[in-house]
């Protein structure tokens, strides 16, 4: 079994920067697809980002699109989020999530296994 732990949501103003983490245990990501979503009060589940297996690609949703970098350490079977410019909508409890494949990206959260508790991220304007 996977167990993720997010970590690095706060409290910013707009245009600031956060870096959100994902720590894997119980059993290495490695050969999964990881994946951000989001959840802001009121609405759906939505994708952020993902990143295959091996790194060397990655996913974007429009909204957060050359805001956004999601990278990971397989070493260190952790999963980041680098989230600049950030906006107040940009405000949401993220998410980390793996899925059981390892090179298809996919943006629908029922594709995704396992997942955090997530974190707060809040934007102030």
């Known amino acids: 079994q996977v167990q993720l732990v997010e970590s690095g949501g706060g409290f910013v103003q707009a245009g600031g920067s956060l870096r959100l983490s994902c720590a894997a245990s119980?059993?290495?990501?490695?050969?999964?697809?990881m994946g951000w979503f989001r959840q802001a009060p009121g609405k759906e589940r939505e994708f952020v980002a993902g990143i295959a297996s091996s790194g060397l690609s990655t996913r974007y949703a429009d909204s957060v699109k050359g805001r956004f970098t999601i990278s990971r350490d397989n070493a260190k079977n952790t999963v980041y989020l680098q989230m600049n410019s950030l906006k107040p909508e940009d405000t949401a409890v993220y998410y980390c999530?793996?899925?059981?494949?390892?090179?298809?990206?996919?943006?629908?959260?029922?594709?995704?296994?396992?997942w955090g508790q997530g974190t707060q991220v809040t934007v102030s304007s």
């Open positions: 119980g059993r290495t990501v490695n050969t999964y697809v």
């Open positions: 999530a793996g899925s059981r494949t390892a090179y298809f990206i996919r943006t629908d959260y029922s594709s995704y296994v396992y």
